[in-house]
């Protein structure tokens, strides 16, 4: 699981940054609102697409220069209502759902912790906090830059212990 966990967050570390920059402002019930999604297309044990498309969101189609689809391109999805993305490590199995939302201030993340009313562990040295949310392993994390700051939410699929 720790490896699965370092992969998407390298994975969203590299393809967070251009994004974040270019993407509009959210405001924290959006973000809370895709977080949630990202559960529901988890909740089963593995990967649900049709979940996070009954939900509104839909896969964007990543071109070339030349225009052209990339055929392995990242699965990235956006909604119609909301302003933050959906990163998916897989279409099916075992992974990752990140939600990447731009926010107006780090002030937004402190925030967003504030919502969980004190019940969030204390964050590493890189600011991410992990933890365990309905049998999902979880993690927040603030990224982007002072220019354009960002939020990241990672739900795993759950694990089953054995």
């Not at 949630?36 to 089963?44: G, I, L, P, Q």
């Not at 220069?65 to 490590?89: C, Q, T, V, Y």
Request: aromatic letters at 6%; charged letters at 20%; one cysteine or more.
């Amino acid at each position: 699981m720790r490896k699965l966990a370092t992969a998407a967050l390298a994975l969203s570390a590299v393809l967070a940054a251009p994004a974040t920059a270019q993407m509009r402002e959210a405001a924290l019930p959006e973000i809370f609102e895709s977080y949630n999604d990202c559960f529901a297309a988890t909740e089963s044990g593995e990967i649900s697409i049709s979940s996070l498309e009954a939900l509104g969101w839909s896969r964007a189609t990543i071109r070339s220069s030349d225009g052209e689809p990339i055929e392995n391109a990242p699965l990235i999805f956006g909604h119609s209502e909301r302003k933050p993305i959906i990163i998916m490590s897989a279409l099916e199995g075992e992974g990752v759902c990140m939600v990447n939302a731009r926010i107006e201030s780090f002030e937004v993340f402190e925030e967003f912790k504030q919502a969980f009313g004190g019940k969030l562990p204390e964050p590493d040295k890189q600011g991410s906090i992990s933890y365990f949310a309905q049998g999902h392993p979880v993690q927040i994390a603030p990224t982007g830059s002072r220019e354009a700051p960002a939020l990241r939410l990672a739900v795993l699929t759950p694990k089953e212990s054995k």
